[in-house]
């Protein structure tokens, strides 16, 4: 069991201590969009995840979205794996999922793996790699991605994927907390990545702030 600031702390620690050590500005220590895809890609795959799309944009419900990458699985396997996990791969690179081509075709008739699409979980993330200051722009579009997936998808997740730098941003500005804490509760889920793959997921705001939690393979 480790303490939620205590995690972050080691999640961080390489990247801080190189901005120290080389004179590296702030900016210079953040993933881009395209590494936290990889991880998203890995986190998902580490979860069963068995097939993709990027940059898929949803149109069903009220309000049309794009995700920059979508996984599907089974939905006999319930839950996300909890807290951290190292990444196999460390010189990994998004390649654009030849399956892709197959999947609109397959969720035509019989949905991503020929089966009642009752029985498929979709999970769908999107990337702000930095949260630094409360932008309502981005988080009224966060809102609206996530009321209407609860209205017009069913078995879908929101995972919303962020630099685990942004960690100490998520927990101690009122304004973003609150509005994490809010969207959390309606069933938005957070996920902390760093430059390894290392990451930290959480379905619940309070497991963030205050609950010690499992830790594997730090």
């Given at each position: 069991m480790m303490s939620?600031?205590?995690l972050f702390l080691r999640l961080n620690h390489d990247r801080t201590s190189k901005k120290a050590?080389?004179?590296?500005?702030?900016?210079?220590l953040w993933l881009t969009e395209g590494q936290l895809m990889g991880g998203s890609e890995k986190f998902l795959k580490l979860n069963g995840y068995q097939k993709?799309?990027?940059?898929?944009?949803?149109?069903?419900?009220?309000?049309?979205?794009?995700?920059?990458?979508?996984?599907y699985r089974n939905s006999s396997q319930d839950h996300l794996n909890e807290t951290l996990s190292q990444g196999q791969e460390k010189d990994y690179s998004i390649v654009q999922n030849q399956e892709g081509e197959l999947i609109e075709g397959e969720q035509k008739s019989s949905g991503v793996f020929e089966m009642d699409t009752s029985k498929i979980t979709t999970t769908v993330c999107i990337i702000n790699p930095k949260i630094?200051?409360?932008?309502?722009?981005?988080?009224?579009?966060?809102?609206?991605?996530l009321y209407d997936i609860i209205d017009s998808y069913e078995n879908t997740n929101l995972i919303l994927v962020t630099d685990s730098l942004s960690y100490l941003s998520a927990t101690t500005k009122e304004e973003i907390s609150v509005t994490l804490e809010n969207l959390m509760e309606e069933g938005m889920h957070l996920?902390?990545?760093?430059?390894?793959?290392?990451?930290?997921f959480f379905e619940k705001y309070d497991d963030i702030v205050k609950k010690p939690i499992n830790v594997y393979g730090v």
């Open positions: 939620v600031r205590s050590s080389d004179n590296l500005g702030r900016n210079d993709f799309e990027f940059n898929r944009t949803f149109k069903q419900g009220g309000f049309q979205f794009t995700s920059p990458i979508v996984g630094q200051d409360y932008d309502l722009g981005f988080f009224g579009h966060i809102e609206s991605i996920l902390f990545m760093n430059e390894k793959s290392d990451y930290a």
